[in-house]
Structures are given as structure tokens and as C-alpha cells.
């Protein structure tokens, strides 16, 4: 059974950043992605970043290119998500997901990632300000 923690979160002022550590146990990075969800208050969960455990491209949505970036440990027990230059917007609480499709495969029809996940954390808030 797949165990997912979510940690580092808080609150930054204008042009700060956040690392969110996401400490994993009971998967196989053999065959699956991670990647990291936002859900800020009143509004649906949306994908921010993934990566497949096969290497090449990560994902990462329009609203966090360039300031947001996913990557693993060596061990790949851990996943992280450095964020940077966090205005307002980027407010909401951060959840650590699994599962076993490439992150290419769960892309919706608009090209976001989908929500569907075989296995979640129970999320950390971050919260920037302007």
C-alpha cells in the first residue's frame, strides 16, 4: 500500500519560496508517475507538476512553468516541489499523488492533468502573498 507524506508548507512573503517534501513508502517508482496537486479554496483540485518514473520530460502546468520544479531524491523516496516567486494565486493546499500511468496518459482534454490518481497524501497548505 502506497504511504505519502506531504511536508514543508507554510507562508512567504512577496517573491519567496516554498519546498514541499513528499516522503513515500510502499512504491515501486519502477512503473508510475508522482506528481503534485493544488486545490485552493472553493475550487477543484488541479494538477501543478509531474514526473514519470521512467525519466524524460516533467509536467508542469501553465501557471507554474518557470517558477515551480519537481524532482526526486536518488533514492526516490522522497519527491519535492521547489516554488518560487509565489504570488496570492498560487494559495491552497498542496497534495503529493501516485500512480501507475505515465503522466502523459492522464492529461485531460485540455491538456491539464487529470485528477485521477490511485494514491494521495492528505495535503500541506502553502500560501503566498503579494
Known amino acids: 500500500q502506497v504511504h505519502l507524506v506531504e511536508s514543508g508548507g507554510g507562508s512567504v512573503q512577496a517573491g519567496g519560496s516554498l519546498r514541499l517534501s513528499c516522503a513515500v513508502s510502499?512504491?515501486?517508482?519502477?512503473?508510475?508517475?508522482m506528481g503534485w496537486f493544488r486545490q485552493a479554496p472553493g475550487k477543484e483540485r488541479e494538477g501543478v507538476a509531474a514526473?514519470?518514473?521512467?525519466?524524460?520530460?516533467?509536467y508542469y502546468s501553465d501557471s507554474v512553468k518557470g517558477r515551480f520544479t519537481i524532482s526526486q531524491d536518488n533514492g526516490k523516496s522522497t519527491l519535492y516541489l521547489q516554488m518560487n516567486y509565489l504570488p496570492p494565486e498560487d494559495t491552497g493546499a498542496y497534495y503529493c499523488?501516485?500512480?501507475?500511468?505515465?503522466?502523459?496518459?492522464?492529461?485531460?482534454?485540455?491538456?491539464?492533468?487529470?485528477?485521477?490518481?490511485?494514491?494521495w497524501g492528505k495535503g500541506t497548505q502553502g500560501t503566498g502573498s503579494s
Open positions: 510502499g512504491y515501486s517508482y519502477g512503473s508510475g508517475s
Open positions: 514526473i514519470w518514473s521512467g525519466g524524460g520530460r516533467p
Open positions: 499523488a501516485a500512480d501507475t500511468r505515465p503522466w502523459w496518459a492522464m492529461r485531460t482534454g485540455h491538456g491539464t492533468l487529470g485528477a485521477a490518481c490511485g494514491s
